[in-house]
Nanobody, 124 residues
Framework: QVQLVESGGGLAQAGGSLTLSCTAS????????MGWLRQIPGKEREFVAV????????VYGDSVRGRFTISRDNAKTTVHLQINHLKPEDTAVYYC?????????????????WGQGTQVTVSS
């Protein structure tokens, strides 16, 4: 069974930077896209970013484009999300997720696996 484990969350100050990481353990046996969603308190979970298996296709949510950068390591098992110019409204639980196969995901209905989430809190 494949597990996704997030790390890197915590408390940060507005204007600063933070990097989240997620490592997939277990044997997939196939390609998969990896990415992030987040749930802001009181709101529905929203798409943040996704990166394809090859790393050549990256898509960002409208609310984070320009400040967030997603990347993937050469082994394909770890994905990073660099968050720059943090804002208090970035406070959320960030979930790592994956979609098996060659297609990327853009919403949670397309996901095959989730992590437990990591809390990011941005103070003003």
């Amino acid at each position: 069974q494949v597990q996704l484990v997030e790390s890197g969350g915590g408390l940060a100050q507005a204007g600063g930077s933070l990097t989240l990481s997620c490592t997939a353990s277990g044997n997939h046996g196939y390609s998969y896209s990896m990415g992030w969603l987040r749930q802001i308190p009181g709101k529905e979970r929203e798409f943040v970013a996704v990166i394809s298996w090859s790393g050549g296709n990256k898509v960002y949510g409208d609310s984070v484009r320009g400040r967030f950068t997603i990347s993937r390591d050469n082994a394909k098992t770890t994905v990073h999300l660099q968050i720059n110019h943090l804002k208090p409204e970035d406070t959320a639980v960030y979930y790592c997720a994956e979609r098996w196969g060659s297609q990327i995901f853009k919403d949670e209905t397309q996901l095959d696996n989730w992590g437990q989430g990591t809390q990011v809190t941005v103070s003003s």
